[in-house]
């Protein structure tokens, strides 16, 4: 029983690892290094010399035809007399065999296991390139949502000085508030302001950086994202 026990505890472990991740796994950075390495020429360039390399290896076995020698021998002996009546008592041997050539077959050995070799380089820059691509993005996103956090405060920096302006004047007006009182809360609005301009302007900046990699707008990532 114990035994049965274990071997379907074993089964529902293989079954459950083997499934797919659910799409709710699957984080938005996630998402933008699947279609970064998608849609960025990247993935042809290394997929492009895998397959030159295929096809080396390809070429480097046919010179396995190189080191083979055919041969034929042709043999003749006298036999009996025949028994139709002048005809010759010799007949003739047709023999095919096989050789191989010892230079031509190691040179050929030579040449498939530098061809292996270059696909094995191959596959490992297409690892180390699809690595490096996920990393590049997980930066790329980490700036962009820093850049989008700083602009949400700069916006309520922005919001808190525009009210502590409004106020300040009234008070001005009410002669509650001195003239640098004014100037110094108009100069912290206009600061603000500034501030969160650049913020914007620091989204936009990092969303191209993005943009250039997905290949799409991340506008239009987020849809394909939210429609999964």
Request: proline share 4%.
């Amino acid at each position: 029983m114990r035994i049965i026990y274990s071997l379907l505890l074993l089964f529902s472990f293989v079954y459950s690892s083997a499934q797919p991740l659910p799409t709710e796994a699957l984080t938005f950075e996630d998402f933008l290094v699947d279609l970064a390495w998608k849609n960025h020429p990247t993935k042809a360039i290394y997929e492009q010399k895998i397959n030159i390399t295929e096809s080396e290896i390809s070429q480097a076995k046919t010179g396995y035809w190189d080191a083979l020698l055919p041969f034929v021998n042709f043999t003749g002996g006298a036999l009996a007399p025949n028994i139709v009546p002048d005809a010759p008592n010799v007949v003739g041997g047709l023999g095919f065999g096989l050789s191989f050539r010892l230079r031509p077959l190691y040179s050929t050995e030579h040449e498939v296991a530098i061809a292996k070799a270059n696909k094995e380089i191959a596959d490992l820059e297409l690892t180390g390139g699809q690595r490096a691509m996920a990393q590049k993005i997980k930066s790329l996103h980490g700036e962009w949502s820093l850049a989008k956090a700083v602009a949400d405060q700069r916006l309520k920096v922005e919001t808190e000085s525009r009210e502590n302006q409004k106020l300040v004047l009234e008070l001005f007006r009410q002669n509650a508030a001195e003239y640098e009182d004014v100037n110094n809360a108009s100069t912290a609005f206009q600061k603000a302001l500034e501030d969160r301009l650049r913020a914007e302007m620091d989204i936009r900046l990092a969303a191209i950086a993005l943009e250039e990699w997905i290949g799409m707008t991340l506008e239009a990532a987020q849809l394909l994202y939210a429609s999964r």
